[in-house]
């Protein structure tokens, strides 16, 4: 037998290229390759060392391999890694019941990913207006907002406002109607008798970190309660401090009919997620209706409950507050002086580059040549996302990074 022979260490260009032919191209990813992580920083295959200012879209709220959430993942690997939903497993009572305490809420749908969290709250909402509510069977209809990023699977883009993320992929899921964000006359016109649900995300990260006007979501809240249809928020970016609260809904005390959340969940670990209601709206599942191989699983249920405790602490919420001020301040001072506008909340922004400077793709690879990684969403807007655990120092050093490559 002839062994296959131990790869060669290659560096950063070669293992670019080397992707080209054997990796779909459905990303643009900036030209750095990361080979280690820790808290803020990562380090590419050469050794050079840059700030995390993208933290995974959020996936990594906590830092790089944050030691509780290692851990957690490490004991886990060691006793029991998955049963799949055929068995119980002495890790999920555990996570379900944290998450529901952490969220107010009743009731846990374990999944794995983002979009696969969103599907389910379809087809929970869909299930819940006809049984429950009394919708003609079929004719169910969720009320969706303009420039929504709820993720990439074929129902998803069927109600997404974004061209390139819909062009070539029809046909598409009818029962969806969209309506202008930040919009509750809009919203109000579109609800019917058949509405199931209006799915928001309570400040849209892809679009750019667009934060609706204060009392929206509280007239949001007011306007389905009035109607008899659900609120499902999709915090799976928004959620779990990254705004200075554990969700941006608690800056108006809302609470919604469903609540999706994941990325962070797991910790930057395992991919996690989970839909998280009422008793009155998850329990319309029954045995076969729904699930999925992994979701529940314990490595994730060990990982998700180690969130969990991390966010019971409030320490990474207040850091996101405190720091966020910093974020702020250091954004208004850019402003005028390349930077045309921003959006925060928390540590959390969307800052608008003058177009005259170049691209949002170009000023982060600008900024990646400083040891600064963040990503550009639309045009020239980029998007700030740290982790929670970025020290002031750290902050104001990307900042002075960002300053001197818009001036
Ligand atoms: C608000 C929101 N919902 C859903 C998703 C999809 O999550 P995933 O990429 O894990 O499927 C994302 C991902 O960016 C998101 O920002």
């Not at 799949?84 to 794995?112: C, I, K, Y």
């Not at 406002?161 to 819909?166: I, W």
Request: proline share 5%; aromatic share 6%.
């Amino acid at each position: 037998m002839t062994l296959a022979p131990v790869q060669a260490a290659r560096s950063s260009a070669e293992l670019i290229s080397a992707e080209t032919p054997v990796l779909a191209h459905n990303y643009h990813p900036l030209p750095v390759v990361v080979a280690r992580a820790e808290g803020t920083w990562v380090e590419d295959v050469e050794g050079r060392r840059y700030l995390d200012l993208l933290a995974g879209y959020s996936a990594l709220n906590f830092g790089h391999r944050h030691p509780d959430l290692i851990d957690a993942a490490h004991r886990q690997l060691d006793q029991l890694t998955l049963t799949s939903r055929a068995f119980h497993n002495d890790r999920l009572a555990g996570f379900a019941e944290g998450l529901a305490r952490l969220t107010g809420l009743d009731m846990v749908l374990p999944m794995n990913t983002g979009a696969e969290a969103v599907e389910s709250a379809v087809k929970v909402a869909r299930k819940w207006a006809y049984e429950v509510k009394g919708v003609p069977a079929d004719r169910a209809t969720i009320v969706v907002a303009d420039g929504n990023f709820h993720g990439r699977t074929t129902t998803i883009v069927s109600f997404s406002t974004d061209e390139s993320a819909r062009a070539g992929f029809g046909p598409f899921t009818p029962g969806f109607r969209v309506v202008p964000y930040n919009d509750l006359a809009a919203l109000e016109a579109a609800i019917d008798e058949t509405t199931a649900a209006v799915l928001l995300e309570p400040i849209q990260g892809e679009a750019g970190v667009v934060i609706p006007d204060d009392g929206y979501l509280t007239g949001v809240r007011d306007l389905t309660r009035r109607a008899g249809c659900l609120f499902i928020a999709d915090e799976i970016q928004s959620g779990l401090g990254r705004t200075g609260r554990t969700l941006a809904v608690d800056h108006e005390g809302v609470r919604p009919d469903m609540l999706l959340l994941g990325k962070a969940l797991g910790g930057g670990i395992v991919p996690v997620s989970a839909v998280v209601a009422g008793r009155d709206v998850l329990g319309v599942l029954r045995p076969g209706e729904h699930g999925s191989t992994f979701g529940g699983n314990p490595l994730s249920a060990a990982v998700g409950s180690a969130v969990v405790d991390l966010l019971a602490t409030g320490e990474f919420q207040r850091r996101a507050t405190d720091l966020g001020e910093v974020l702020r301040s250091g954004l208004e001072a850019l402003t005028g002086k390349g930077v045309t506008g921003f959006r925060a909340r928390g540590l959390w922004a969307g800052v608008d580059i003058d177009p005259a400077l170049g691209t949002g793709r170009h000023v982060s690879e600008l900024l990646m040549a400083e040891g600064v990684l963040v990503k550009d969403t639309h045009g020239s807007t980029i998007r700030i996302a740290p982790p929670l655990t970025i020290t002031r120092e750290e902050l104001e050093s990307a900042l002075d990074a960002l300053g001197r490559v818009l001036g």
